[in-house]
């Protein structure tokens, strides 16, 4: 699922910032954040690795366009994203595809989730119609996770993709406040903290949500694989 509605134009100069040393396709400010905090435990362990703040950077940093995702996979659209990134920047790029798979739909939405009900990016239509198709699900068959691929390329060839998943059950009506997409009628098995009843994922924090969700575990699983990458070069 692309994070931007519209990306910067193709006819646009692509220009690498001083410094930059590693690249994450998304104009999201939020997920290069998510990125250099996953980092920094596995930059711990490599003193001579001190990323400054503006050696990650993302697609909208350096004006690249969004490529087109036509691949049939999370982890085939990702490497389309990274791909792209690296011949734009010359850098290694960092990108992540991520949907909600749903058991009882054979695995959708899957790469269609943000664009299930026909117009990308509608969290609304997109729930309604999925609660929907699953209104007569009993709840022993509403099990779904939300899955994430994240991929390394390299402007040498190395390509590595690591995946994530956070499982649990689908409710029959939204709950919370937080989040985004799915994520208030997904009830997740792993519970953070010490709450009374089970939250959804859109009642969790930021924080809580980021410890066990697909992309908090994609991003760390590929965390050593991107610390290898930029201490060869």
């Keep these: 699922m692309s994070d931007a509605a519209q990306g910067p134009r193709s006819d646009e100069r692509v220009v690498v910032p001083d410094g930059a040393r590693l690249v994450l396709a998304t104009h999201n400010r939020g997920k290069i954040a998510e990125l250099r905090a996953i980092l920094a435990a596995e930059l711990d362990a490599h003193p001579g690795l001190a990323l400054a703040p503006e050696a990650i950077v993302g697609a909208g940093d350096v004006g690249a366009p969004e490529p087109v995702e036509d691949g049939v996979t999370f982890a085939e659209n990702a490497l389309i994203k990274a791909r792209a990134l690296v011949a734009a920047t010359g850098l290694p790029a960092v990108a992540d595809d991520s949907g909600l ?6 695995g959708a939405p899957g790469i269609f989730s943000a664009r299930w009900a026909g117009h990308h990016g509608d969290d609304v239509a997109n729930l309604e119609l999925l609660l929907g198709q699953l209104g007569d699900v009993p709840a022993e068959h509403r099990g779904a996770g939300f899955v994430c691929a994240a991929a390394l390329v390299t402007p040498d060839g190395v390509e590595v993709v690591r995946t994530g998943e956070m499982r649990g059950t689908l409710l029959t009506a939204p709950r919370g406040e ?3 997409g799915y994520d208030p009628i997904l009830l997740p098995d792993e519970q953070p903290g010490t709450a009374a009843a089970p939250r959804s994922a859109a009642e969790l ?6 410890a066990i969700s697909h992309r908090g575990k994609a991003f760390r699983a590929l965390a050593p694989d991107v610390v290898a990458a930029l201490t060869a070069t």
């Design 101 to 106: 798979a749903v058991d009882v739909l054979g």
């Design 178 to 180: 937080n989040g985004f």
């Design 205 to 210: 924090s930021p924080a809580e949500k980021n």
